[in-house]
């Protein structure tokens, strides 16, 4: 069965600064990746995905992902963070094996950027 | 292009009711999912249907159906109300073109209170 771990309940970091939320995996096989973003009150929001390719993966209002096969990561990562940019943060993988669209998703992660 | 509606946003049931949920894709996806998300259980996959059949289930009792129409609208059911469904259910739709690797885009939920 497929898993997804985010360690952190929640990241703290200031305007500004780098941000970085940790996401590890567990799929048989090559695994699809997926960051939503959800605001409060809303749906979730589509950031970015892995599929296949660089390991490096750009998405939308500037956050990144690496994703990293040795270490079953794909960590969410921007370089100056904004305040607008709080909110709950979910990763989610779709493994190769699947019939349909299933995503599981991780415990999801709070970013509180402060002024 | 409108995104994924649902119908209603919140709804207010008593324990033993049953509810229908409505979910309208993006123009043109023909896959959606159906999830649950609580601050216990998290985000937690119930469904997918995929040209009027269901192609994936979760691990939710029989309580919990759906359907999907010709025009690609969905609905979910769930009868016998218990405390334990009061969450935020989440629909998302994907094109579904070749069945692979295919974004889903979420709505903005329905928010089911059982008393």
């Known amino acids: 069965a497929q898993s997804v771990a985010q360690p952190e309940d929640q990241v703290n970091v200031a305007e500004g600064n780098p941000l970085t939320v940790k996401c590890t995996y567990s799929?048989?096989?090559?695994?699809?990746l997926f960051w939503y973003v959800q605001y409060p009150n809303r749906g979730l929001q589509f950031l970015l995905k892995?599929?296949?390719?660089?390991?490096l993966v750009k998405g939308s209002y500037g956050f990144e992902a690496e994703f990293n096969k040795s270490q079953t990561s794909f960590h969410l990562k921007k370089p100056s963070a904004l305040v607008s940019d709080s909110a709950l943060y979910f990763c989610?993988?779709?493994?190769?094996?699947?019939?349909?669209?299933?995503?599981?998703f991780g415990g999801g992660t709070r970013l509180m950027v402060k002024p | 292009k409108a995104g994924v509606t649902q119908t209603p946003r919140y709804l207010i049931k008593t324990r033993g009711q049953q509810v229908t949920l409505s979910c309208s894709p993006i123009?043109?996806?023909?896959?959606v999912s159906w999830y649950q998300q609580t601050p216990g259980q998290g985000l937690q996959f119930l469904f997918e249907?995929?040209?009027?059949?269901?192609?994936n289930k979760g691990n939710f009792p029989g309580r919990f159906s759906g359907r999907q129409f010709s025009n690609s609208r969905s609905e979910m059911n769930v009868s016998t109300l218990e405390l334990g469904d009061s969450a935020l259910y989440l629909c998302?739709?994907?094109?579904?073109?070749?069945?692979?690797?295919?974004?889903?885009?979420f709505g903005p939920g329905t928010r089911l209170l059982v008393l």
């Open positions: 989610a993988v779709r493994g190769p094996n699947n019939a349909g669209n299933m995503l599981t």
């Open positions: 998302a739709s994907s094109l579904a073109r070749g069945g692979m690797l295919e974004t889903q885009y």
């Open positions: 249907y995929f040209s009027e059949t269901q192609r």
């Open positions: 799929v048989s096989g090559n695994p699809y």
């Open positions: 892995y599929i296949t390719g660089d390991n």
């Open positions: 123009s043109g996806h023909r896959s």
